[in-house]
């Protein structure tokens, strides 16, 4: 670059004598080079947090080597983990946190060598299982604003309630609300050493493991993430956390059919998928493509069945009337069309928007209509969920063994 100099650490310390210090920032700068101090640069590294870390990587240790000649920067760090994309975030981060919060035009090297405890990752083969999980279920809609993540929500808190552990992944990019439906807005996953490596671990609502895109944005900031950004989000939340063993993990999809959803037949075996519509025709042509998908040869994920979603108004004081506002059982009937079971009907009502809002899934109103609606949901998608894994070739092999004493699963 003309007129930028390449300093000596002589000549550097001839400098310091002649220029005035700026504490806390760089010594200071001369024509076009800035002196830099090392105390501002090792205060700026403690921004960064290896992946896999719960600290950052300078009380890590991560930090093995700090140079400074004038405006250039070396740094030697450790990662905790061999993998490519974990190394080179590392090394993103460190430009970007010295370049933040110490000198913006430093000219910065970064050596990342491996931790010699690191672990291989877990090969992200499409087909492979996640260890422990039993059975992955996908919660999709064509339409947006149906109610796919309540129904999330719910057929979660229920399972959970019956006994099984479950887990729910929050794939919602557009607008993930898991953290507000289970109550958990600020909750922030914690980081666990798991045969020495370093993974994620959910946070724990109404005896749901939960994982939303929404603990890693910021308000607002994951509707605009682009498809790979997104994709890299969802795929470390299947493989980078720490779920135990869980009988079901259910993931609430964005609506439609894009990047996320590929990116997650592409990653873990589903077990099914559940496809939810309210009975309006244009909530109705968009379901139909969900079932499509699903059905490409190439996705091949069995659709366990149809959930029809605000199938009538039921005002709280008049419980007995039903306003078909959306039109009359289009969902069963286009499960009859499309030959997939038809899981059941949930009213519009109050206060499952209520229960949304306050962070209680309506499900857990014991003895109410709407919960035992939203139980007549899961017990026939758990029942068509033993038939497929009798039945078609096994993506998920072991088969649930749980339910047996399980009253709420019994006919
Ligand atoms: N059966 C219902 N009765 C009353 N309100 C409902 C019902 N189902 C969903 N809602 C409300 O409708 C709104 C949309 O629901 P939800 O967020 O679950 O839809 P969604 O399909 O996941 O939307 P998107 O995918 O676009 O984020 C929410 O305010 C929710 O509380």
């Known amino acids: 670059m003309p007129g930028v100099q390449r300093l000596t650490a002589d000549h550097i310390n001839n400098r310091h004598k002649q220029y005035k210090h700026s504490p806390g920032k760089y010594l200071c700068t001369y024509k076009n080079f800035a002196i830099l101090e090392k105390s501002t640069i090792r205060e700026a590294l403690t921004n960064v947090t290896a992946p896999g870390d719960s600290e950052n990587i300078v009380q890590a240790g991560r930090l093995l080597n700090l140079q400074i000649f004038g405006d250039e920067v070396v740094v030697d760090v450790q990662s905790p983990s061999p993998a490519?994309?974990?190394?080179?975030k590392l090394e993103v981060d460190i430009l970007k946190?010295?370049?933040?919060?110490?000198?913006p035009k430093a000219k910065i090297k970064v050596n990342v060598s491996v931790a010699e405890n690191a672990k291989e990752d877990i090969p992200r083969l499409r087909g492979s299982e996640i260890p422990g999980v039993k059975n992955i279920i996908a919660i999709a809609s064509g339409k947006g604003g149906v109610g796919k993540s309540t129904i999330s929500a719910n057929?979660?808190?229920g399972l959970a309630r019956m006994g099984f552990e479950v887990g729910?992944?929050?794939?919602?990019i557009y607008g993930p609300s898991m953290p507000i439906m289970f109550d958990v807005p600020n909750a922030r996953p914690l980081s666990v050493q798991v045969n020495g490596r370093g993974m994620m671990q959910p946070v724990e609502s109404y005896g749901v493991k939960l994982l939303s895109i929404g603990f890693f944005a910021q308000a607002n900031q994951a509707v605009v993430w682009r498809g790979p950004m997104a994709s890299k989000a969802l795929n470390q939340i299947l493989w980078d956390t720490y779920w135990g063993e869980l009988d079901f993990m259910i993931v609430d999809l964005p609506p439609g059919t894009g990047d996320i959803h590929l990116s997650l037949v592409q990653s873990v075996p589903l077990?099914?998928?559940v496809v939810v519509t309210t009975p309006q025709p244009i909530s109705l042509?968009?379901?139909?493509?969900?079932v499509a998908m699903f059905r490409i040869p190439s996705i091949n994920v069995p659709v366990l069945g149809l959930v029809e979603n605000m199938s009538w108004f039921t005002p709280a004081e008049l419980p007995e009337n039903r306003y078909y506002i959306f039109g009359k059982d289009g969902?069963?009937?286009?499960?009859e069309e499309l030959n997939v079971p038809f899981l059941g009907q949930i009213p519009l009502v109050q206060s499952i928007r209520e229960s949304g809002d306050v962070g209680r899934p309506a499900i857990l109103q014991e003895n109410t209509p709407v919960a035992e609606?939203?139980?007549m949901v899961i017990r026939r998608m758990v029942e068509e969920l033993m038939i497929r894994n009798e039945t078609l070739p096994p993506t998920e092999v072991t088969r649930i063994t749980t339910m047996a004493g399980c009253s709420a699963v019994k006919k």
């Open 84 to 88: 490519l994309h974990n190394k080179k």
């Open 155 to 157: 057929i979660a808190a």
């Open 168 to 172: 729910l992944v929050d794939a919602d």
């Open 331 to 335: 969902g069963k009937y286009l499960a």
């Open 97 to 103: 946190a010295i370049h933040d919060h110490a000198y």
């Open 285 to 290: 042509a968009d379901a139909r493509k969900g």
């Open 271 to 273: 077990t099914g998928a």
């Open 373 to 375: 609606a939203f139980n």
